[in-house]
């Protein structure tokens, strides 16, 4: 870890601690000082502020040590966000869970239950607001060049998954590119002279064709010097990332496992889907109204978009809000065979390289079909999917079937879960529209081999993101 990286997480120690202090001191306040405001909870035991700060002290350890463990001091200053909130919702929400196991019934030890859950909630959000704060301290330094890490990039010169683009462009990304090299030859001889001449603290190996003697030489390189090495991995390399050892006769044997998403991890996924999406179809029913007010007044015909669609080895049916002319949409109950021949036709302009179809300045969209599409309004819908159990808050996209028809023989493990609203695949896709198909299958497999509760929150948070600030992109999409 860089000095610069490790100065901003001594300061994170420090202002973690006083954010949870404070978010202590703010909930006694509300609770013993403004008790008006919660007349149906009347205060049963006195509890003075000397008694109260005692117990937040002795808390402050125990938390910061959860903080740790869910690696929030070992954070780099290319982390979002987002991902940083969401490890933070997840190690304060666990020092509530063993507060209920330890206090939760003994009102003698801590009288007032509802402060702790009060703690809980101001402590998320204030140190959030502390990392945030932190960040943006940190991006101002990066975007003056002090404390970049100096990247070497080994990349294949025809696929570099755009990544020479988005590092040299998002300084706050943390990266200077000191070089950029193909693979091949005296490669770790050119390291070695970059490294005496300008300097390396990561290198990122992306070049798939590096075959395995240059690869071993590269993370040698690394080791010898202390040099951080990432890889961007193909998709067998994603498929094994996920392994359980085991002994069958006394023979020690390597498991690799489909996916985490098994037994509990199932559970926990689904009880999750259905909470989530019944919230949400209750929040957003406002939205339901205005957007099929909006979907009539703009075209003729039905308010929702019904199709099949393949996921988790069946066919299924997708809901989304019409966003197409109704002669335009594909299926018998609306355009039939001339909206089959129009789509058929746009094959000829596909925009994305792969099985999938994606049109610039698609013909078929509405005026308000573009809108909705443009703020995720079409997929509202999606929630009542996600409620039946065909699909899931996150997971792989859910292909039409003429696409999931010329690949599904290649790739069935995409199918062994349930489709997303939205996943890695899809906010990726955000950024990039023309994605190429092998990363969105590389994106999808991460996904099936990495699942995690957290990793899910992430994804969302990651998606709240992007629907509330989009980023820049061809607008003909």
Sequence with gaps: MKKFELAFNVLAVFLDAIMIYLAGFIAYFFRYRLQSLFPQYPIMFDLSFAQFSKNILIAIPFLLAILSAYGLYKVLSTDSF?????????????????????????????????IV?????????????GRLTIMAIQGIFLKRG?????????VDPQNDFNLIKEISSRPELGYKIVKILPGGGELTGELDQIRKEEGIDEIIQANFKLDRKLNAEVLKFTHDYGIKFTYVPDIIGAQSINIATAEIAGIPVIHLKNTPLEGWGKVVKRVTDIFISLVAIILASPL????????????????????ERYGQGRPFRFYKFRSMY????????????????????LWKSNARHGPFLKIKNDPRVTRFGRFIRATKLDELP?????????????GPRAHVLDEVDRYRDTYKRQFTVKPGITG??????????????????????????????????????????VVLHPPKRDQNY
């Design 117 to 129: 859950l009060m703690s809980w909630l101001y402590a998320i959000v204030l140190v959030s607001f």
């Design 326 to 345: 109704k002669e335009l949409s594909v299926g018998e109950s609306y355009g039939g065979e001339k909206a089959q021949r129009a789509r058929n036709e």
């Design 146 to 154: 002090i404390g970049l890490h100096k990247l070497a990039l080994i």
């Design 382 to 394: 999606q929630f009542l999917s996600v409620l039946k159990g065909d699909m899931s808050l996150i």
């Design 288 to 307: 339901f109204a205005l957007v099929a007010l909006g979907i009539r007044l703009d075209s003729p015909g039905p308010v929702f978009f019904i199709q």
């Design 424 to 465: 890695l695949t899809q906010i990726t896709q955000a950024r990039i529209p023309d994605l190429p198909f092998e990363e969105e299958i590389r994106l999808d497999t991460f996904y099936l081999e990495n699942w995690s509760f957290l990793l899910d929150f992430k994804i969302l948070f990651r998606t709240i993101a």
């Design 82 to 114: 987002w991902k940083i909130s969401a490890k933070i919702f997840a190690s304060i929400s666990t020092g509530l869970m063993m507060f209920v196991a330890i206090y939760f019934f003994d009102a003698q030890i801590f009288p007032s239950r509802l």
